[in-house]
């Protein structure tokens, strides 16, 4: 149990265009999900906290216009990624946070986005 | 605001040998620990989860320790295989619900 996809594994895009990345959690409920941005062989960086209903909250520094955060269900958070620039290229992960038990967070495989 | 550290951020070890991994944070007020196996270019898979309350989890040949009083972590992995070869990361929630604060990573390489 506890699975976490994401969708599209790998996107290639112009600079300018826009890109959505989907967090599904597919065996369970989520209320809350991450998403996090990773450079090469560096850790990962929180960028917003995405509640189901409610506005996202972003970390310091995190664009909220430039990374739409949308959570409409309880098993679907989307992360737009508005006006794709270059340095925009990194690897993109979610996570969900169970409801029941110990409260761990259940990672998605993550998104390869190259901005070209 | 809670600062997680792993020193080494590489290691490399002759297959057999146990493998050591460090992880130290600032803020002893925690809700649980993590680590965290990734591949390059792959997910995390969540290794074991340390509650606050806990000192210790084990898992097969992987066994990690938390001591808050000190602000660290030790995860164990016994006998390695060049299969273990990857990155871990130790991340501290503290409160429930709350975001993750992730170490930087150790770089593990295991020689046949």
């Known amino acids: 149990g506890a699975v976490v996809s994401q969708h599209p594994s790998r996107v290639i895009c112009k600079s300018g265009t826009s890109v959505k990345i989907e967090c599904r959690s597919l065996?369970?409920?989520?209320?809350?999900m991450f998403w996090y941005r990773q450079f090469p062989k560096k850790s990962l960086m929180l960028m917003a906290t995405?509640?189901?209903?409610?506005?996202?909250?972003?970390e310091q520094g995190v664009e909220k216009d430039k990374f739409l955060i949308n959570h409409a269900s309880l098993t679907l958070s989307t992360l737009t990624v508005t006006s794709a620039h270059p340095e925009d290229s990194s690897f993109y992960i979610c996570?969900?946070?169970?409801?029941?038990?110990?409260?761990?967070?259940?990672f998605g495989p993550g998104t390869r986005l190259t901005v070209t | 605001k809670q600062e997680v550290t792993q020193i080494p951020a590489a290691l490399s070890v002759p297959e057999g040998e146990n493998l050591v991994l460090n992880c130290s944070f600032t803020?002893?007020?925690?809700?649980?620990l993590q680590w965290f196996r990734q591949d390059p270019g792959k997910g995390l898979t969540s290794l074991l989860l340390?509650?606050?309350?806990?000192r210790e989890q084990t898992s097969g040949r992987l066994n990690a320790s938390l001591d808050k009083s000190s602000g660290r972590s030790t995860l164990y992995i016994a006998a390695s295989q060049p299969g273990d070869s990857a990155t871990y990361l130790c991340?501290?929630?503290?409160?429930?619900?709350?975001?993750?604060?992730f170490g930087g990573g150790t770089r593990v390489l295991v020689k046949p």
């Open positions: 803020d002893s007020a925690i809700y649980n």
């Open positions: 065996d369970f409920q989520a209320t809350t």
């Open positions: 991340a501290l929630i503290k409160a429930a619900g709350n975001k993750l604060t």
């Open positions: 340390i509650q606050s309350s806990q």
């Open positions: 995405s509640n189901e209903g409610s506005k996202a909250t972003y």
């Open positions: 996570s969900a946070l169970g409801v029941a038990g110990v409260p761990e967070q259940y």
